[in-house]
Structures are given as C-alpha cells and as structure tokens.
C-alpha cells in the first residue's frame, strides 16, 4: 500500500516571520507536517499540490526544501498561480524533494500537471501539458492512475472561486474519461474540501495549510476552520481510501477584517 500526505497552498512568505491576513504560514506549514508524522505512522510521499509560495523567491523554496529534508520522505512538488514554476523546478528538485511530473511505484502511477496561467489565478491546461498527460497514460494502461493538480477541475459552488477554475476542464474531463485506470485528481487551490465524482473518477480537494475560504460563498471569505491536510491509502488493486485531518486551531492572528469584512 502507498500512503501519500498531500498538502496543498502553503503561501509562504519571503520573510520567515512574515503574516499573511494575519497568519504565519510557514509556522502552520510546519505544524501540519508534524502534526501528519505524529499521528500517522507511515507516510510514503509527501505531495505538495501548489502556492507553495505567496511572493515567490529563491529563498522561501530554500527553506521549504530545508523543512521538508527533516523528514527524510519523498516529496513531489507541482506550482500553483502563485508559484514561480521554474524557480520552483530549479530548488525543489534535490533529494529528498522532486519536482518531476511522474512518480511511479509497482502498482501506482502519479501524474502532476502544471495548470498555471502566468499572470492569472486561473487554470488552463496547454496543449502540451494535455499531449504529455495522454502520453503518460498511454504508456501504463494498467496501472491506477492518480492525477496531480493545483486549479479544480469541476465547480466548488463558490461564484468568486469557480472564476478560476480550469478554463478547459470539459477538455481535460473527457481525456481522462478514455482512461479507466485514472482513478483519482486530487487539487489544491480552494482552500476548502472538495469530494465529488466525474463518472468514475474521485475528484478531491484539499484544505489548505495556512487558511480556509469559507464554502459555498458568493464572494471572497475566510473560514475559520484551522489548517489541514489529506491523508491517501491507494492499494495495489487501484481502490483507495482517503481522509481530510484538521490541526487542533487555527493561528491566533487570522483577520477576517483583511477579507474585506
């Protein structure tokens, strides 16, 4: 069996200290890893879907890289719309993290898409990215297939969120529906819980690491549920079970007056 943590939207800042709408995300960043190793007690790969850094700088993915070698566990990295991705690529990209696309294991195959837009919070999925994904699943027709991501692919019923989602996903969705060994996309990006089906494929979201946005909400909002994560079991035979785990609190200095409110 393979156990994956995904954790998804870190928004770390260039200044270790530094607060965004009142939190230290790189302090809730660490409290969830260690709150993940503590109580699970095998975790395989880390998967870091996305904004893994807010002001993205050479620096901030150095201490990433740092906080993630402490624990001795693979850990792959895809960008968000944050994200400088070949910053991002060129850091995070030394034992024991990767940046690469593809992850393999005898029975498992992760596929991590870039659906970044630069200069946009949207998602889209190129042309290229699209050839490379029907490659890759080509190539291991057999083996279970999970899907990487940082935008969502089916609407959250947030109005202000679903502006963002992958402006192609119908494109994206009728691909995957070729593929019956895709079993899974797993996104970042909302901030909150996703859990819903396409056909047969599990599409999950996962809550963020620094904040939440508040669900089923017209306009931006935060949440005040505290950082979380996303704990995945995935069984050679290609069924999986999968849990969302939140941290005792949130950081005290979260400010709802900095969302508008």
Same mark, same amino acid.
């Not at 693979?74 to 060129?90: E, K, S, T, V, W």
């Given at each position: ?9 870190? @928004? ?36 870091? *879907?996305?904004?893994? +850094? ?14 993630? $070698?402490?624990? /001795? *566990? !693979? ?14 690529? @060129?850091?995070?990209?030394?034992? =024991? ?17 870039? $659906? ?15 050839? &490379? ?7 291991? !027709?057999?083996?279970? #297939? ?16 679903? *502006? ?7 494109? &994206?969705? /009728?691909?995957? +529906? ?41 306009? &931006? ?5 505290? =950082? ?7 069984? !050679?035979?290609?069924? &999986?079970? #999968? ?19």
């Amino acid at each position: 069996m393979l156990n994956i943590l995904q954790i998804s939207d870190l @928004h770390l800042l260039p200044d270790p200290e530094g607060t965004l709408m009142g939190v230290n995300t790189e302090n809730n960043f660490k409290r969830v890893l260690e709150h993940a190793f503590t109580q699970h007690d095998c975790i395989d790969l880390i998967l870091l *879907t996305g904004d893994l +850094a807010q002001d993205p700088t050479e620096t901030t993915y150095q201490r990433i890289h740092t906080i993630l $070698s402490d624990y /001795a *566990t !693979p850990a792959l990295c895809l960008p968000g719309n944050h994200d400088d991705a070949l910053l991002l690529r @060129h850091i995070l990209n030394q034992t =024991p993290v990767s940046s690469e696309k593809i992850w393999s294991t005898d029975h498992w195959q992760l596929i991590c898409l870039d $659906s970044q837009i630069p200069g946009s919070q949207a998602g889209r999925l190129a042309p290229n990215e699209l050839d &490379f994904l029907q490659q890759q699943l080509n190539v291991a !027709p057999q083996r279970p #297939t999970l899907i990487a991501i940082h935008h969502h692919c089916l609407p959250t019923e947030c109005a202000w969120m679903d *502006t963002m989602i992958i402006e192609n996903n119908d494109t &994206f969705l /009728a691909l995957l +529906a070729q593929y019956p060994q895709v079993k899974l996309v797993l996104c970042g990006h909302i901030h909150q819980i996703m859990d819903k089906r396409h056909r047969d494929i599990a599409i999950l979201g996962t809550p963020a690491s620094c904040f939440q946005f508040k669900a089923h909400s017209p306009q &931006f909002a935060l949440d005040a549920l505290p =950082p979380g994560y996303r704990l995945l079991n995935l069984h !050679p035979d290609g069924h &999986f079970e #999968t849990q969302v785990y939140w941290l005792d609190q949130q950081d005290p200095g979260l400010d709802f007056s900095l969302a508008g409110y």
